[in-house]
């Protein structure tokens, strides 16, 4: 990719654009309400301003963050038939993505302490993680993300890239850079690449270890009900950290013999672009707060929606007739 005023990504063709661009719409727009649903439950009910809300608040940001990066860009090139992306474009999104991924992966970390300090010492939840605890952490988090995404960034736009300027992708992914670098020039990245694989590492590894002490408490919990609502608090994180685990290992060390331009598509939007999506389902199926918050802003008079009435899936829907 020469510093040039365009490079170019791989695109779909005319006959499956509007394919492709539905695909995305749809994923976007399920990213955009469940997220901000979530965003602004946690934001409009003082209830929900706790550390564990709070960390669910920061995924979300994160989410509409990581999504908004890619898919757009995708949506246009399809609906326009383009494979063009400027070089500070390009630069843009390994950035913001790096950014916002790093500090995800941080704060989906964080948030195992939370469960593990919430169910394994219940006593100091309120020192461990008071307001200024959490907001420190979650700074971190940011911040980590942050300084990845410059280093990473810095280092990949400095090499000479001179294996072309087509990256097959639907966006500028760093893997797929670098495949076009010279191979003498990428070591910097390589051992930056090391260092944040060590990292992540580091992060599954205490994850793990978390709720493995969680697991040997709530399996002492004598009570039924008990350990319901403790797995309950425990197992939508289990689930996001699993999505997130699986979909960017199989991505990134997936044997070459393997590899090809459509299936590194298909595992390119499962772990950037699915996510994003799914995440807020996964976090609010077993939060009955946020559930209840939601719940009450629909039937609000503030919401021109209260005159539907809410009922449970499987029966039929209705529209009340007017009493005036």
Request: glycine share 4%.
């Amino acid at each position: 990719m020469p510093r040039n005023n365009k490079c170019v990504t791989a695109a779909p063709s005319v006959s499956s654009s509007s394919c492709h661009f539905g695909l995305f719409l749809g994923i976007y727009l399920a990213a955009l309400l469940g997220n901000g649903l979530v965003i602004t439950a946690i934001a409009c009910d003082h209830r929900l301003h706790t550390p564990m809300s709070f960390f669910l608040l920061n995924p979300s940001l994160l989410d509409l963050g990581s999504i908004s990066t890619t898919v757009p860009k995708a949506m246009a090139s399809s609906l326009w038939d383009t494979r063009d992306i400027s070089y500070s474009g390009c630069a843009a999104q390994v950035f913001l993505l790096l950014f916002f991924l790093g500090a995800e992966c941080a704060l989906l970390t964080i948030m195992a302490y939370d469960r593990y300090v919430a169910i394994c010492k219940p006593l100091h939840y309120g020192t461990l993680l008071s307001s200024r605890a959490c907001a420190h952490m979650a700074a971190a988090a940011w911040g980590s993300g942050f300084l990845s995404a410059v280093l990473h960034t810095a280092n990949t736009f400095s090499i000479s890239l001179c294996q072309g300027n087509a990256v097959d992708q639907f966006f500028c992914e760093l893997p797929q850079i670098l495949k076009l670098s010279c191979s003498d020039s990428n070591l910097g990245e390589i051992w930056l690449l090391i260092l944040g694989s060590s990292v992540a590492f580091v992060s599954f590894v205490f994850i793990v270890v978390s709720y493995v002490q969680i697991f040997r408490v709530v399996l002492r919990i004598r009570s039924e009900q008990g350990r319901h609502k403790a797995f309950s608090t425990c197992l939508p994180h289990l689930a996001v950290v699993s999505l997130f685990v699986s979909t960017g290992i199989f991505a990134h060390l997936k044997p070459h013999s393997i590899s090809s331009l459509p299936l590194d598509v298909v595992v390119s939007i499962l772990y950037s672009v699915v996510p994003p999506a799914v995440n807020p389902l996964i976090y609010s199926m077993k939060n009955k707060e946020i559930i209840d918050v939601l719940r009450k802003l629909f039937q609000s008079d503030l919401l021109p929606i209260n005159k539907v009435p809410i009922i449970p899936l499987g029966l039929p829907l209705y529209f009340r007739k007017s009493q005036h």
